[in-house]
């Protein structure tokens, strides 16, 4: 199937932005790790990116057709068979049928691939949440990623629930720079209670 997307594209330049490095499917971060209980731990291991947050987002048409909706969310905040099992059933997309035609799917599952987390491992939260997945895993929302439940790990309910977030997928509701691909926790501003610090 990967082989017949790369013709895709080719044959129709419907690629807008393409990966700067690509993945060694047999390559693995130590920043992770799996212990005795087959949970992951993280080692906090700081080499390996170049940069902070993850790539922006550099294609109008998927911006515009996903982000009309709901926040939309950057190619490199999670795998690229996230975005393949996301896209393939998108009648049910969260409760909402959210179905497109074939050939506008195909464009916005060709841009989400070739972005995807393991194709900008030198963006520090691509790399950390593409580290965090196990092969066995396939999730389609990054809230059920071990790396963003880590760095959530500290929000109350009543801070998630309050109508001016509502839901913990509302990412601008809380990082400010998110739309630009910055997470940084100096950025995030929490509506009615202030600054978070995940230490």
């Known amino acids: 199937m990967k082989t017949l997307l790369i013709i ?25 790790y799996e212990n005795e209980r087959g949970e992951y731990r993280d080692r906090d291991d700081r080499k390996g990116y170049s940069k902070v947050g993850v790539a922006p987002i550099r294609n109008a048409f998927y911006k515009i057709e996903c982000g009309s909706c709901h926040f939309a ?3 490199g905040l999670l795998p690229e068979k996230s975005w393949v099992k996301l896209m393939s059933n998108l009648e ?18 060709n841009y ?7 194709k900008f491992r030198d963006y520090k939260i691509s790399r950390k949440i593409d580290d965090s997945i196990r092969r066995d895993e396939t999730p389609i929302a990054v809230s059920d990623t071990r790396y963003f439940k880590k760095e959530h790990r500290k929000l109350r309910r009543d801070m998630v ?11 601008m509701a809380c990082h400010k720079t998110a739309d630009k691909g910055s997470y940084e926790e100096r950025y995030i501003n929490i509506p009615n209670y202030g600054k978070y610090e995940n230490d």
């Open 8 to 32: 895709a594209i080719v044959l129709t330049g419907s690629l807008m932005a393409s990966p700067n490095e690509h993945r060694d499917d047999n390559y693995r971060s130590s920043s992770y």
């Open 73 to 75: 969310y950057q190619p």
């Open 161 to 171: 629930e309050q109508k001016e977030v509502k839901s913990i997928a509302n990412c």
């Open 112 to 118: 989400l691939v070739y972005n995807s987390a393991e």
């Open 92 to 109: 049910n997309h969260f409760q909402t049928d959210a179905s497109l035609e074939a050939e506008e799917n195909k464009r916005i599952l």
